[in-house]
């Protein structure tokens, strides 16, 4: 019988497989061979049977099929300062009331836009190891209520282990409850269709504390039958499922296209929590980042299309100072920006303005 886990053995992640399946040139193919040596790649099957091979500008594709621009130069490898907050192997603890853990390196498929691609598919230096440990921080500091179990992907991590997680955290009563960070639902929806054994658990210790299921669509042809039965498994359990999308040029930089994606989420059940703007991270800052004053018409006239439960997600800069919301214009022509988070808590709510380029897609001093 087939697992998910033979059924990820067949991911493309070699240049020759992908060459089989998608036209490609002689200079792609040789810069390709080069690239994923540094940033390697894999798609599953399911993800990649969603590309129209016709159309090399298709969203699918761009997301999951590396290309030359990624070895410019410009970008940085850690945007928000992940080094700094780490507190453990694998646990970091920005905000007072969060531990995130770095439950995994691996994916189900690599995000060529992804932030962690310091670490994902390749190191596994910064990966959650010691459990006991984290347990024990969480404990000695009262002040945090919730962890976030994240990765890489929380779900390609063993069912034995997730189960670890989740018996090790539903214990401690100062958590009110736990994020698992994953894109399962979007790439690889048999993970959670196909594996009993998994929803057991999940359904298991929802029950003893609220889970909450963070996901990652970016465009609508991501919203199958199949990953809407993923989505629909974990609300049967009565676990909350929430969306964070990145804006990105190329995938949902358009109105309409962004507008028709929140629809389609609310009309799932699932609640949009961040439209994120994309991070300047190296090799991915020249391919997908749209201007900031751009991404703040994009997002305000999407918002506009939407019903009030539709309205719910900040267009949100996640900055080494912490998450800052992108407001829109004021009558000066300035940029409004606020903070939802931050690593220091006397920055929570404070307003502050700035004068933008066209061009400008990152505060990088604020």
């Not at 691996?106 to 310091?118: D, I, L, T, V």
């Not at 976030?148 to 997680?165: M, T, V």
């Not at 391919?287 to 004053?293: D, S, Y």
């Amino acid at each position: 019988m087939d697992t998910w886990q033979n059924e990820l053995k067949n991911n493309i992640t070699t240049v020759s497989e992908l060459a089989a399946l998608l036209p490609l040139t002689k200079e792609e193919i040789e810069k390709m061979k080069e690239l994923i040596q540094y940033y390697p790649m894999s798609i599953s099957r399911y993800y990649f049977s969603l590309i129209d091979k016709e159309d090399p500008e298709d969203p699918i594709r761009k997301m999951s099929v590396p290309e030359v621009c990624e070895f410019d130069s410009d970008g940085l490898l850690d945007t928000s300062g992940e080094a700094s907050n780490t507190v453990l192997t694998g646990m970091q603890h920005k905000y007072k009331e969060t531990a995130l853990i770095l439950s995994s390196n691996q994916c189900a498929m690599y995000c060529r836009h992804c932030f962690r691609r310091r670490l994902v598919g390749l190191s596994g230096e910064e990966v959650a190891d010691h459990m006991d440990e984290m347990t024990d921080y969480v404990k000695a500091h009262p002040e945090i209520n919730n962890v976030l179990i994240s990765g890489g992907d929380a779900l390609i991590n063993s069912n034995i282990r997730i189960e670890e997680y989740l018996r090790k955290f539903v214990e401690l009563p100062q958590l009110d409850f736990i994020r698992i960070g994953s894109r399962v639902p979007v790439t690889f929806p048999q993970r959670i269709i196909a594996d009993a054994e998994l929803q057991d658990i999940l359904r298991k210790y929802n029950k003893k504390k609220q889970i909450y299921v963070i996901t990652h669509f970016n465009h609508p042809k991501e919203l199958t039958g199949q990953a809407q039965e993923a989505v629909q498994i974990l609300q049967e359990m009565r676990i909350v499922v929430k969306n964070q999308t990145v804006l990105m040029r190329g995938i949902n930089d358009k109105a309409e296209i962004l507008a028709r994606l929140l629809r389609e989420l609310t009309t799932w059940g699932i609640v949009p929590h961040y439209i994120f703007q994309c991070r300047p991270v190296l090799g991915v800052k020249s391919r997908f980042q749209v201007p900031l004053l751009e991404g703040s018409r994009i997002v305000n006239e999407a918002n506009a299309q939407q019903n009030g439960l539709g309205k719910v997600a900040d267009y949100t800069m996640s900055h080494v100072t912490g998450k800052i919301r992108i407001l829109g214009l004021n009558d000066a022509g300035n940029m409004v920006f606020q903070y939802k988070q931050a690593k220091n808590s006397h920055n929570i709510g404070k307003i502050f303005t700035k004068k933008l380029s066209v061009d400008e897609k990152w505060l990088e001093d604020i």
